[in-house]
C-alpha cells in the first residue's frame, strides 16, 4: 500500500499533498487582498431545485453576478 495514496483506506491522509497544492492556490486566487469567497446558490437540474448557498470555489464573474461553474 503506497503511503501517499490518499485512495488507500486506512493511511489517515484525507487528500495528497499535490491535491492540497491545488486547492490551496485556489482559495488564495479567491481571497487574494482580503476578498471573501462569495456564498452561492446552485442550481441541480436532477433534483429542480437550488442549494443553499455556500463558498464554491469553482465560481465565474460574468458582469457583476458570479455563478457557480
Given at each position: 500500500?503506497?503511503?501517499?495514496?490518499?485512495?488507500?483506506?486506512?493511511?489517515?491522509?484525507?487528500?495528497?499533498?499535490?491535491?492540497?497544492?491545488?486547492?490551496?492556490?485556489?482559495?488564495?486566487?479567491?481571497?487574494?487582498?482580503?476578498?471573501?469567497?462569495?456564498?452561492?446558490?446552485?442550481?441541480?437540474?436532477?433534483?429542480?431545485?437550488s442549494s443553499a448557498p455556500?463558498?464554491?470555489?469553482?465560481?465565474?464573474?460574468?458582469?457583476?453576478?458570479?455563478?457557480?461553474?
Open positions: 500500500m503506497d503511503p501517499q495514496d490518499s485512495s488507500a483506506l486506512g493511511t489517515g491522509h484525507p487528500m495528497s499533498v499535490e491535491l492540497f497544492a491545488v486547492i490551496a492556490a485556489i482559495v488564495r486566487r479567491h481571497t487574494a487582498g482580503g476578498r471573501t469567497i462569495p456564498p452561492l446558490p446552485r442550481y441541480d437540474p436532477k433534483e429542480r431545485q455556500v463558498p464554491f470555489l469553482f465560481q465565474r464573474k460574468i458582469g457583476t453576478k458570479h455563478e457557480v461553474v
